[in-house]
Structures are given as C-alpha cells and as structure tokens.
C-alpha cells in the first residue's frame, strides 16, 4: 500500500545572501550600481517518488544535495514551490527535534501542542503526557517553562512526544544521537523496535555501512535530482563507485 508519493516535487530557496540581509549595505551597494538581487536556488528538482508501507528507504548523497530538506517537505514543515506531496498515516518527524516548542509555556502545555501539530487530539494527548514525561525524565519539569530545559533536554522532550506511540512513518534524520549515554540507549532501542515492525521509514545518513545493513531500498540524491533507486546494497556500490572513480582533467 502506497503511503508517501511526491508527484513532481521542485522546491526553490533563497541563497544565505538574503539572511545576512543589511539595510545600509544594500543602499551603498545600490549607490555604487553593485545591487544584486538575492538569488535563489533550485534545492529539489522535480521529485518523483512513491514509498510503500513497511518499507526502509535510505536516502545518501553529497553535503547540499537536498536530503534532510526532502524529509522536511515529506514532513510539511516546507511546502515545495511545485509539485505534490501526499502522505498517509501518523508520522514522526524526528528531525529538528524540539524546534516547534514554545519556550515561553510550561513543558505540559508544550506536550499537548506538539501532540496537536502531529495530529493527535486534545483528549488523546492528555491520556498520554505522563508516558511522554516518564521516557523523557522530565516528570521534575512538568511544570517548568521549556525555556527552562537544558538543550538536550528539549530533543528529549521532542523525541519522547514524538514516539510515545508506534507512528506509520517514522523519518530520522542522521544516525540519532539524543541526549547524554543512557538516554541514546533507550532511544536507540525505541527506534529498533519500531524497525523490525511495519512502520514505514526514511532515514538519511552518510553512514553507508548501516544504510546498506538497515535499510531495503535507498535513494541517491545528487544536486536535488533523484540520480538512481533501487536496493540499498545496488544504490551504495553505485554511489561509492561514482564517487570514488577518477575525475579527468
Ligand atoms: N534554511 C535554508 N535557507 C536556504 N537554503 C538552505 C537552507 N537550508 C539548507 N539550504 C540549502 O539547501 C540545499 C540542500 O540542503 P540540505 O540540508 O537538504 O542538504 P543535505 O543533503 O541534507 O546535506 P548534508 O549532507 O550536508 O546534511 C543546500 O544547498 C543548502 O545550502
């Protein structure tokens, strides 16, 4: 059964430029007739993908290539500028862990809202704030403000809300690494188990060794383009193939 399909996926960024944006020098740089306008950049190119339930796909490719920011449009936390994304089923984004939170409310309120963005009810997530405060060693904190956690604390937070139910999808970016030592173990040991069940999952890394031992299918993103799919072991001896052949000069 088909449950993520991206039909013809583009999605344009403005370049860094725009965020170092600085009034004063874009006057002088108009004055002396330098004005460029911030350029933008095509960081998915046309996207063609259909993921099926229960299967591991493994996303690899250079640094840029466009790979954490395909699991954030697969996510909804960027809309592409064309194309479609369909999504079927509870999803888990465990990327950005934490950056939906508001620091300013209390680490309770901070759980129902989260629950509520993933798409669960009010009703169902109070049922389950004590679960998500015992996994994340925070029942101390509850009613603290998450101004009030510590950095690793938050992604606690974020990943205990997150997988405090098995999700359909579940989409990690990099091997996870949460948390001090026996935090990562317990976190670790969540993932594995939602592994072996049907959870469908997309995982990016450059760990080519545990795409290849993990996952079935891989996907090789090369400047946004999708460059070849197939079974992880195929999709890694290509890659590293490419990569390593002789440049000629
Ligand atoms: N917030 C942003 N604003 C503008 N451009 C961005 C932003 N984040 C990433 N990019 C650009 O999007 C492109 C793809 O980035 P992305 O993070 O998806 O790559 P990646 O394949 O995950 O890389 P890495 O292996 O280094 O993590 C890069 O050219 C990057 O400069």
Not at 3 to 15: A, E, H, N, P, Q
Not at 58 to 83: E, F, H, M, Q, R
Not at 157 to 177: N, R
């Amino acid at each position: 059964m088909e449950v993520i399909r991206l039909d013809k996926v583009s999605l344009w960024r403005r370049t860094q430029e725009e965020f170092s944006y600085d009034l004063k020098k874009t006057f002088l740089s108009i004055l002396e007739g330098k004005y460029r306008k911030p350029v933008k950049k095509l960081i998915l190119d046309n996207i063609d993908l259909i993921v099926n339930s229960g299967e591991k796909i493994g996303i690899i490719g250079a640094n840029g290539s466009g790979k954490s920011t395909v699991l954030k449009v697969i996510c909804g936390i960027l809309k592409p500028t064309n194309g479609l994304v369909r999504v079927s089923g509870k999803i888990a984004p465990l990327i950005e862990l934490g950056a939906g939170f508001d620091p300013e409310i209390s680490v309770v309120d901070n759980i129902m809202l989260y629950g509520v963005l993933l798409g669960f009810s009010r009703i169902e997530m109070t049922k389950r704030v004590n679960s998500i405060l015992e996994f994340a060693e925070l029942e101390d904190y509850a009613l603290m403000p998450v101004k009030a956690l510590s950095s690793g604390m938050v992604a606690r937070l974020g990943f205990a809300i997150a997988t405090d139910i098995q999700p359909d999808i579940l989409v990690l970016d990099e091997v996870l690494s949460v948390g001090d030592e026996s935090f990562k173990n317990k976190s670790r040991q969540r993932i594995e188990k939602f592994w072996n069940q049907n959870t469908t999952i997309l995982v990016v890394s450059h760990d080519l060794n545990f795409i290849e031992q993990t996952c079935n299918q891989a996907i090789w993103l090369d400047k946004g383009k999708i460059k070849c799919t197939g079974g992880a072991d195929e999709v890694v001896k290509f890659y590293l193939k490419t990569v390593n052949a002789p440049k000629n000069f």
